[in-house]
């Protein structure tokens, strides 16, 4: 929706792209200047970088994810060639708070750095010698024009960023730890639900901490007072009793074995 806001006073043409058992396989690159890929995707599935970067070697390869916290598991974006990284860092840290504010992390090539909205500050040392920071790559226009800097159609969430920092550097390596712990729950709980009659996994692909299960109707019932997953139907009508799991570290294996449970008893 902030896409066509944007694109809507502008000659830029924005196309869905269809998905094909889950990931996303089919465009065309034809008249096209960027193809935006959300990895992990909103199915949860970790999508093949290395073939879409293929497809479209001569556009501009922009990702975008709402979980960054799998980067500690996946390989670097710069392997693929990706020109432009964006995402949600709210987990770093950041309480939920029904929706705000939230941290967005943007990061590209070295090409492209001049044309990144917003403010960057850099690392630098004062005439003592002493570490400091400052404003960095400054265009004239943020502070003399303001209907033309790029830096007014961002917030500030410096204080955001900076819960993020901490968090951060407090998990350091530990941090792919973390996202193990996701993973390995997720991988649990999908396998478990697969064995039983009547709930089957929706897509045979490599996940992070989110999965796709098609539940029966009669186990649904059982579920009620649960609330399990997030019913995909009205986002993909051909994916009616399908739902989206996710599990984090907020996630005790317990309350994983409750619901199975409950869902076999």
């Given at each position: ?128 010698g002493n570490r400091s920071f400052a404003l960095t790559l400054c265009t004239r ?125």
């Amino acid at each position: 929706e902030v896409m066509d806001t944007y694109a809507r006073a502008s000659e830029i043409k924005i196309v869905d792209v269809d998905i094909t058992n889950g990931l996303t396989s089919d465009f065309k690159t034809e008249d096209s200047a960027a193809i935006i890929i959300q990895n992990p995707n909103f199915f949860g599935l970790i999508e093949n970088l290395k073939e879409i970067r293929k497809k479209a070697e001569d556009i501009l390869l922009i990702t975008s994810t709402t979980e960054p916290l799998s980067w500690a598991m996946l390989k670097p974006f710069s392997e693929y060639d990706v020109d432009i990284v964006t995402a949600e860092g709210q987990s770093f840290g950041n309480p939920m708070n029904f929706g705000g504010p939230g941290l967005g992390i943007i990061a590209t090539k070295n090409a492209y750095v001049r044309q990144i909205p917003g403010r960057l500050a850099g690392e630098t040392v004062d005439i003592h010698g002493n570490r400091s920071f400052a404003l960095t790559l400054c265009t004239r226009e943020q502070h003399i024009r303001r209907e033309r800097a790029t830096s007014n159609i961002c917030t500030n969430e410096g204080l955001c960023m900076l819960a993020a920092a901490v968090y951060l550097v407090t998990y350091g390596k530990n941090l792919r730890r973390l996202a193990q712990l996701n993973n390995q729950l997720a991988v649990y709980f999908a396998g478990k639900l697969n064995q039983i009659e009547g709930i089957d996994m929706v897509f045979d692909k490599p996940f992070f901490n989110e999965f796709v299960v098609r539940i029966r109707k009669d186990i649904l019932s059982k579920l009620s007072d649960i609330e399990i997953g997030v019913s995909l139907e009205n986002y993909y009508p051909d994916l009616k009793d399908c739902y989206l799991i996710c599990c984090t570290e907020m996630t005790p294996k317990e309350d994983i074995d409750r619901v199975l449970h409950e869902i076999t008893q």
